[in-house]
């Protein structure tokens, strides 16, 4: 399965969920291909935030990025686009070429418990919100990680 995970800068929520979700795939023993993006253009070639980088070592994470825009293109290279907030949702509808792309975008959040949740924008709040946002990705992480699996069998 492909997945790119979609923020809008593409340098906190985006790469950080990817390599999260890599390294729980990678545990979970599942063969995936993830990659990030973002709707805007804001930051493309720029290296994850380093709030994002700190929070994702104190973990042990590794991330090694450069941000980048999703295009319409990306949907025939991805089977699950995953977004971050409900904004990301409603923009990458927009992008989408047809309904068969629209339908491959699905809110973060809906893998993460019995209420689906928005990963809030930490860029520009302090190191706690990083710290926030870690533990939201996790959680959805885990929850995509289970519908994966389950899909695959």
Request: glycine share 8%; hydrophobic share 45%.
């Amino acid at each position: 399965m492909r997945i790119c995970f979609v923020c809008l800068g593409n340098i906190c929520r985006s790469p950080a969920a990817a390599a999260v979700f890599a390294g729980l795939a990678t545990d979970a023993g599942l063969e995936v291909t993830v990659e990030s993006a973002g709707t805007g253009d804001y930051h493309i070639g720029s290296p994850a935030h380093e709030h994002t980088r700190s929070e994702a070592r104190r973990r042990g994470i590794t991330i090694e990025h450069r941000a980048r825009q999703f295009t319409a293109a990306d949907f025939d290279r991805f089977d699950l686009v995953v977004a971050m907030d409900h904004a990301n949702v409603r923009d990458l509808r927009r992008l989408a070429p047809d309904e068969e792309a629209r339908q491959k975008v699905v809110l973060f959040g809906t893998f993460g418990g019995d209420r689906a949740f928005e990963v809030p924008d930490p860029w520009g709040r302090a190191e706690p919100a990083y710290v926030e946002m870690f533990d939201l990705l996790q959680r959805a992480g885990q929850g995509l990680v289970a519908h994966v699996a389950a899909s695959a069998r």
